[in-house]
């Protein structure tokens, strides 16, 4: 029985945390839209807006489908580096808030949208030339009221002269100027000026695109140029017409101008948003239920379009002998080639519009459910969590942690998978579509390796160097999400879930496995430094880095190959030595040399162990380093601060292995040359 | 393990110093001619740094067969095994892994400084290459050091040395030990898989195949991999017979030459070509970048295999200045000045000396382009002068740009006068006509409709495709195919993707792409995977039989 105490209490802890994540909050409990509601009018509401309903709404945005959830967390992860929205009460309190209430606010126009701080400023410069205070406590975030406020500056330009300024028309005017610099010569005020004004851009696209208030006809002209741009195809659109398309709120306001009656869709949403600015919730609630009424109703109409499409598609293939008859030669070819042309062009545009107008569509409460439980981050505290166990299991009662590691380290892989799964059920798309998702992923892959590892040395390597991999993985991921939706659209020539599920994975598990073997030579060197190895533990490391280098050789080959191919299939070069294949190529290279070094005779465990280190930065080099050098065909964005951190990366590496090349003689005994070692071990 | 007393220090760290003196030679040359020219003006074609290189060559090869220098030298064996031994090397392949390693980094690095195709050229498709030290350091204070390089071992050296040393090794240390009946099997069955990779492959080179639009991109390439799995295996089973535990390793070092020698015929027969199609036009030929030619041509039939006169690139680079009198051409010609990269500006006034689009506008010339700069590809342009064939009669002074073809721009078009006939005169791209095998009419390409679908509410791209009909009149075949990405024809040996369009979407650009060799690869990731699979499994269950 004692035995499964420390299994017992892992379980509990592990999967109690996981378990009370596992749930999305409702409108009909006092949850938190609720709670901040009665804290800031003081007195309870007499309803309780269905805050949560409306964050599940759909709307097109970015190429996709996804919830005003997700619109909303996103936009906040550009403008304020953070999903976390906090309302400032007074000076010492502040309450956070669910973010589609935020956005709510912000799109009806609420008063309280004025007081959120989000606008994130990077340059202490840029603040005071703003004459805002400096507001470190809150990480140096600021509310519309103080960027669209009436403070006036004196804006001098160049030439010595000067005029006042908005805070808003400074930081446009001076972002026009940053942006004409070269990207490469910017500085640092330039680029964060910039970055402002790209988040100012991205909060007026939210609330200019959602304007409900009637504009008068003999304004329609003025209105129209004014807001021409926010009415182009890049607004969320959250409308599902009668006739089958999907439209934002500014589009069907203006249409009118084109004499067109305005939809019932429309009223409904004008009516809901007029209710909430109004803090109305009992409209609110009603006209909410109406809006989600119209809106299924266009749905369904447009569902039953494509039906009634695709059952004519399948007609004519099956028919496609009796449409034939009769036909010769020529003829009876040409006819046959234009019905198949034709079904594939009606197939193609079914596919699209099925990808908005199918099963898409289910998910938008699951997506809201994945967007709370935040899976990635939890297993990031997971990780921590293993660490922390894994470390006090070398000190002391070794196998009771190790139990309670073990139990842990499967539940922590399970909630990992079942966040990579999660996305995959979302988007639709194999598992690495992106940089931030091959962080992600490479974190699992490390983890799976690393259990099975555990359980076949039980030495708590596995379990450790998952922890430190899992945790760098996902901490890399987080900073890659600055972008917004990390579930973007995919380009043409990505659009292919063959290559995605074949190539992507293998080349990723490769990246996987080298970290790995990287992060065991990590811990023979610091089991040398600070414990002493047995030769036992040395032949088992030895034994680990080996077979996991054999299982990175053959994937990252085999991916290294299979992306020539698909080179291959879609351009016709199976190998143009373009930067990102480069780097592909020299992980399999060194794997080579590591394995040959090793059959050579060249190399032992210390050896190993420092090859396998360098390995890590090969890797990395393939990885992040040739989007540094933005060339080639894989050069998808990544920032300067990216290089700083990679070299930061390389040099901590290139320490230890010169660390390694001293003589096995610097490096101490063996656990069995030293009695007192022996004992320890033991 | 203690290591024999009798060992010289030398043997001892034998490896350490051949690496040693092999990059010592290596870098040597490059400073020494830096110095020796000044680092203001040194050409690189002098005889100087052509002893060097020669040098070099040796200086590697001596180390390479001494790679076990001078420890192996002195034992007691013949000197041929004594070679072959030295060549099949563990070390050696070590050794040369790590120097490939090195030569990609640095091609990597190469490239933000040099066009793509140029560093393929300077660095991986040749024996040598001349690394610049300026590729270490970015920005401003990489420029200063401009001049200075060194030599380094290019592709063909290093895969030639890793060849000779893989065989060396599989010569020395795989032996056949499989006897009687077994060894005929395995000759036989191992023969039988050889054959039917050589079969494959000629079925890629031979085999149309044009898709139909409505079979998906994984089938075909899974059918290819399958394909090569299936003779894997055959080849698998025989070398199992032959070699036993070794197959694995055997199978897999046989896959990898195969990838080389794939990118040798890849280097050396691979010709890659654009398309330009405008809506409703039919083209029969394929424009062959990176080669040019002069072509005098009728004036009404554009896009046809019309009847022209075309002096190709070499006439062009390679005498200028010198009057020129070719058989078949009714003209003599003098190129007077070539640009490798050629901008075309007009002039402030006229120059009158000139004929047509001369008078008003002139070469200027432009940096060889780089991978970075917007303008990918160099336009080159050229002055010509021309005269009849006894020389009595000037035919004008022309100036002729690349980028005259490439816009396509009517205003840009210049006629000459030979023999009283006006014709057409461009420096366009070398065609190459899509001729099907011991065909005698080319095929014909029609762009029926372009389509490029982006994702609602984004400018992201979805889909490009364009609706073809092609016309292959030998072969009585009159079709519609559609190209779209990831989709591509393969039709005369040729493939044929979806590379681009014209910016108003009127028309679209295929890239054509003839490789005999294009179906190796599919064949190598299988054999290699499943020679790797087979070692690694091996091992394991070794390792867990240990363990049991």
Redesign the interface.
């Known amino acids: 029985m004692k035995k499964y105490i420390a299994v017992i209490i892992s379980l509990i802890i592990f999967l109690g945390y996981a378990l009370s994540k596992a749930r999305a909050p409702q409108d009909n409990e006092s949850g938190k839209a609720y709670k901040f509601l009665t804290e800031i009018n003081g007195s309870e509401p007499a309803t309780v807006p269905n805050a949560y309903k409306f964050a599940e709404l759909p709307l ?5 489908l996804k919830p005003y959830d997700t619109l909303a967390r996103n936009s906040l992860r550009v403008m304020a580096d953070s999903e976390d929205i906090y309302y400032k009460i007074s000076d010492d309190k502040k309450i956070k808030i669910p973010p589609a209430i935020w956005l709510l606010d912000t799109i009806s126009e609420n008063e309280r949208a004025k007081k959120y701080q989000f606008f994130r400023i990077y340059n202490l410069e840029l603040i005071d030339k703003l004459g805002l205070p400096n507001r470190k406590s809150d990480n140096y975030k600021y509310a519309p009221e103080e960027i669209y406020g009436e403070h006036e500056i004196d804006h001098a330009h160049g030439d010595g002269h000067s005029h006042k300024t908005t805070r808003r028309q400074f930081i446009m005017e001076e972002a026009r100027s940053a942006g004409d610099v070269d990207v490469k010569k910017r500085n640092v005020y330039q680029t964060s000026v910039l970055s402002l004004a790209k988040k100012i851009n991205l909060y007026e696209h939210l609330t200019v695109s959602h304007v409900t208030q009637e504009v008068p006809d003999d304004m329609a002209v003025l209105s129209y140029n004014r807001l021409s741009q926010f009415i182009g ?3 969320p ?1 959250p409308i599902p017409t009668a006739n089958g398309e ?1 439209e934002s709120v500014i589009f069907m306001n203006v249409r009118k101008f084109g004499g067109e009656e305005s939809s019932a869709s429309w009223k409904a949403m004008k009516d809901m948003l007029g209710a909430w600015q109004k803090d109305d919730f009992g409209a609110f609630n009603e006209y909410l239920e109406n809006f989600i009424k119209v809106s299924n109703e266009n749905i369904d109409k447009t569902k039953e379009f494509l039906d009634e499409k695709e059952k004519s598609i399948n007609e004519r293939e099956a028919n496609i002998e009796k449409e034939l008859e009769g036909l010769t030669g ?1 003829e009876l ?2 006819k046959k ?2 019905i ?2 034709w ?3 009606s197939r ?1 545009y079914l596919s ?1 519009q099925r990808d ?1 107008w199918g099963s898409a569509l289910n998910k938008m409460s699951f997506e809201r459910f994945f967007n709370h439980m935040a899976p990635f981050y939890l297993s990031m505290v997971f990780y921590v969590m293993l660490f922390i166990i894994g470390c006090f299991g070398l000190l002391f009662w070794r196998p009771h942690f190790w139990r309670a590691a073990i139990v842990g380290f499967a539940i922590t892989v399970l909630v990992h998978t079942f966040a990579v799964w999660c996305r995959y059920y979302i988007s639709g798309y194999p598992p690495v579509t992106n940089l931030y998702s091959s962080a992600v992923f490479i974190g699992w892959g490390v983890a799976i390796v690393g259990i099975v590892l555990e359980l076949m040395f039980k030495r708590f390597f596995g379990v450790l160097v998952s922890a430190i991999a899992g945790y760098i993985c996902l901490f890399i991921s987080v900073n890659l999400s600055g972008d917004g939706d990390t579930m ?2 995919m ?3 990505l ?2 879930k ?2 995605l599920a074949t190539h992507v994975i293998t080349i990723t598990l490769g990246y996987t496995a080298t970290f790995l073997a990287g992060g065991i030579g990590f811990v023979w060197v610091f089991a040398k430094l600070f414990k002493g190895v047995s030769k036992q533990f040395d032949k088992e490391l030895n ?1 680990a880095m080996y ?1 996991v280098i ?2 990175g ?2 994937l990252s ?2 991916g290294t ?2 992306g ?2 698909w080179a ?12 990102k294949e ?2 592909a ?2 992980i399999v ?2 794997n ?2 590591i394995l ?2 090793m ?2 005779g ?1 190399i032992k465990t210390k050896g190993l162990a420092a090859l396998s280190m360098f390995g890590n930065i ?1 890797t990395a ?1 393939s990885w992040f380093g ?1 989007n540094l ?4 065909l894989h050069s998808y964005g990544f920032t300067s601060s990216g290089a700083f951190w990679l070299g930061l990366f390389a040099l901590i590496h290139l320490a230890l292995i010169v660390l390694c090349a001293l003589p096995l003689k610097c490096w101490g005994e063996y656990a069995e040359e030293n009695p007192e070692l022996k004992k320890k071990e033991a | 393990m203690s290591e024999p007393a009798t060992k010289s220090l030398a043997e001892k760290h034998s490896f350490s110093l051949s690496i040693l003196i092999t990059t010592f030679f290596l870098i040597l040359p490059g400073f020494l001619e830096a110095v020796s020219e000044g680092l203001e003006n040194f050409q690189t074609n002098n005889p100087f740094t052509t002893f060097l290189i020669w040098f070099n060559l040796w200086w590697v090869s001596q180390v390479f067969v001494f790679s076990k220098p001078l420890g192996g030298f002195f034992r007691k064996e013949k000197l041929p095994k004594r070679i072959i031994k030295s060549f099949a090397s563990l070390k050696l392949t070590v050794f040369l892994l790590a120097v490939s390693l090195i030569l990609v980094f640095v091609g990597t690095l190469a490239q933000t400084g040099a066009g793509i195709w140029e560093v393929v050229d300077t660095y991986f498709r040749c024996a040598f290459s001349r690394v610049d030290v300026s590729i270490f350091v970015p920005g401003e204070p990489g420029e200063k050091l401009a001049r200075l390089h060194f030599f380094f071992p290019g592709g063909f050296v290093i895969g030639g040395c890793l060849l000779v040393n893989l065989l060396s090794a599989h010569s020395l240390k795989f032996r056949i030990n499989a006897q009687g009946a077994r060894r005929i099997a395995g000759y036989i069955v191992t023969a039988l898989g050889l054959f039917l990779i050589y079969y494959i492959v000629k079925q890629g080179i031979e085999k149309e195949d044009i898709p139909s639009a409505y079979v998906d991109s994984y089938k075909r390439v899974l059918y290819r991999l399958l394909s090569g799995l299936g003779s894997t295996s055959v080849l698998l089973v025989g070398c199992w017979l032959l070699f036993k535990k070794r197959a694995g390793i055997v199978i897999l070092h046989f896959g990898i030459i195969l990838l080389l020698v794939a990118e040798l015929v890849t280097a050396f027969y691979a010709t890659e070509g654009t398309m330009t199609i405008a809506e409703g036009d039919s083209v029969s030929y394929v424009d062959i970048s990176r080669d040019f030619e002069l072509a005098i041509s009728e004036p009404d039939l554009p896009g046809k295999s019309e009847k022209s006169i075309t002096i190709s690139k070499n006439y062009l680079t390679d005498y200028v200045g010198e009057w020129q009198t070719l058989e078949g051409v009714p003209f003599q010609f003098r190129v007077v000045q070539w640009f490798p990269n050629a901008d075309v500006k007009g002039r402030s006034t006229n120059d009158e000396t000139f004929n047509a689009l001369g008078k008003e506008y002139k070469l200027a010339p432009v940096k060889e382009s780089t991978g970075v700069e917007e303008a990918r590809v160099s336009l080159p342009g050229m002055i010509a002068e021309f005269k009849s064939l006894d020389g009595s009669k000037d035919l004008g002074k022309y100036i002729l740009s690349h980028r005259m073809y490439i816009e396509k721009n009517p205003a840009f078009s210049q006629d000459i006068t030979i023999d009283g006939k006006v014709k057409k005169l461009m420096l366009r791209n070398r065609r190459d006509y899509l001729y099907s095998m011991g065909a005698t009419q080319p095929v014909e390409v029609k762009l029926i409709d372009f389509r490029h679908d982006t994702y609602l509410g984004t400018s992201v791209a979805k889909n490009f495709s364009s609706l073809i009909n092609l016309e292959d009149k030998e072969k009585e075949i009159d079709r519609k195919v559609l190209i779209s990405m990831n989709n591509p024809l393969r039709y005369t040996g040729r493939t044929f993707y979806q590379q681009s369009f014209a910016p108003d979407e009127s028309g679209t650009v295929l890239q054509v792409v003839h490789n005999p060799g294009w179906m190796i690869p599919y064949l190598c990731c299988v054999i290699v995977g499943v020679g790797m699979l087979f070692q690694f499994l091996l091992t394991l269950i070794k390792f867990s039989r240990r363990q049991a």
């Open positions: 097109v945005y970015g190429g996709r195809s890049n607004s659109r999907w020529k070819y040409e080639e234009s198949l042309t079904v594939f062009n193609s699209s908005l973007g659209t380009v043409a020539v659009d292919t063959f290559w034994r077979g054999c299982y050789m053959f080959f085999v190959v299979l020539g191919l291959d299939d879609s351009w016709g070069r199976f190998w143009g030595w373009d930067p480069n780097g190529l020299m290279l060194w080579a040399v040959h070094a059959w050579a060249i090969v080099w040739v050098l933005s060339v080639g």
